[in-house]
Each structure stands twice: as structure tokens, then as C-alpha cells.
């Protein structure tokens, strides 16, 4: 799709609604559901993420690349989210995560895990500050998509691209610590 020829983005004139307070929420085909429904969990896992890797641009010592990466990937957290929230079916064109985002991450992937060194033990969570908030959000990556394998009819791609995306944060957190990883030392403590 070429740029003039991308979404309006929404508008958004008042955030507060009142139309919540009872415990529902709208899905994106304006279907009611309870805030405890799948889709509702999923997307907002994914909206944790995202809020996540906020936090990681904010962090000294994330490569430029990454920040790049990461910014792209928010966006596209936003198409993901707006795929989940809406059934199958209808008569409208909606937004949904295609194949073509899920192999940009396999690239990145594979680009990033070319410069690095073979793993000889697991990684323990840390390192640097970047590398410790990436895992951290790998790991609200991985509870992402767990909740969207909850919902029943969510697009395939939806699950290839939390998939893919929790891969990429492990080798960016690996990336990040340039080399000097925390790796896990079977019963070191015993």
C-alpha cells in the first residue's frame, strides 16, 4: 500500500464514553462484550506490550537499529490490536495482520542472530538496562499470545506475529548486551 493510500488514523474527540461502567466494552464491529471477554484480554496484552516498548525506547543503551525496529512495531501492535478486535465476517474491509509483517520480523531475526554468538546456556533475564526491559517484554509478549490463541477466530498471522515478535525481543536482548550476557549456571546456588 503506498503512503497516500494508508488509513485515515481515528479520531478520537472525548475519551471518556460511560458506556464501560458496566462491565462490557464495544468490539471494533460494535458487538458488545464483557471487559473479561478473550478478545478484550488479548488486545490488551498487547497494549501492555506496547506500553512496554515505550519504555524501551525510553532506555539508554538501545541501538539505534532497535529503536527503529521497535518504533515500526508499535504501529504495528496498533493493527494487531485493531485485528483483534474484530469478528470475522461483515461487509466491511477491516485491517488484519498480513504475512508480509510476519516475515519483516523473521528478517530482522535473522539479521540481528547472524551477528552473534552461539548460545552454550540459557540467558538469564538482565544485562544491560535495554537488554533487561527487552526481555521484559518478551515476556508480556509471550503472555500476548497465549491470550490470543484464547480467541477462537483470531487470524493466524495474529499468532505468527506475537510468535515471531517474542523471538526477535529474546535476540535484541541478546544484542543488547553486546556479548556479556547473564547466562543461567545450572545449580550454581545449590
Not at 170 to 184: K, Q, S, T
Request: proline fraction near 6%; aromatic fraction near 6%.
Amino acid at each position: 500500500m503506498c503512503h497516500s493510500e494508508s488509513r485515515v488514523p481515528v479520531n478520537l474527540t472525548r475519551i471518556y464514553t460511560r458506556h464501560g461502567d458496566g462491565g462490557e466494552t464495544h468490539l471494533g464491529d460494535m458487538s458488545r462484550v464483557p471487559k473479561t471477554h478473550p478478545r478484550i484480554q488479548a488486545y490488551g496484552d498487547v497494549d501492555e506490550l506496547n506500553a512496554q516498548l515505550g519504555v524501551a525506547l525510553a532506555t539508554d543503551g538501545l541501538p539505534d537499529a532497535y529503536a527503529a525496529w521497535l518504533r515500526r512495531i508499535q504501529n504495528d501492535l496498533f493493527d494487531l490490536g485493531a485485528d483483534l478486535a474484530v469478528p470475522p465476517g461483515g461487509d466491511r474491509d477491516r485491517l488484519r495482520v498480513v504475512p508480509a509483517q510476519v516475515a519483516w520480523l523473521e528478517e530482522r531475526c535473522d539479521e540481528v542472530n547472524d551477528t552473534l554468538e552461539p548460545l552454550k546456556s540459557f540467558v538469564l533475564p538482565g544485562g544491560t538496562r535495554a537488554a533487561a526491559q527487552l526481555h521484559v517484554c518478551r515476556t508480556v509478549c509471550r503472555r500476548a499470545e497465549r491470550r490470543a490463541l484464547e480467541v477462537q477466530d483470531a487470524t493466524p498471522d495474529v499468532i505468527r506475529y506475537l510468535n515471531r515478535l517474542s523471538d526477535l525481543l529474546f535476540i535484541l536482548a541478546r544484542g543488547a548486551n553486546d556479548g556479556d550476557e547473564p547466562l543461567w549456571r545450572p545449580g550454581a546456588g545449590r
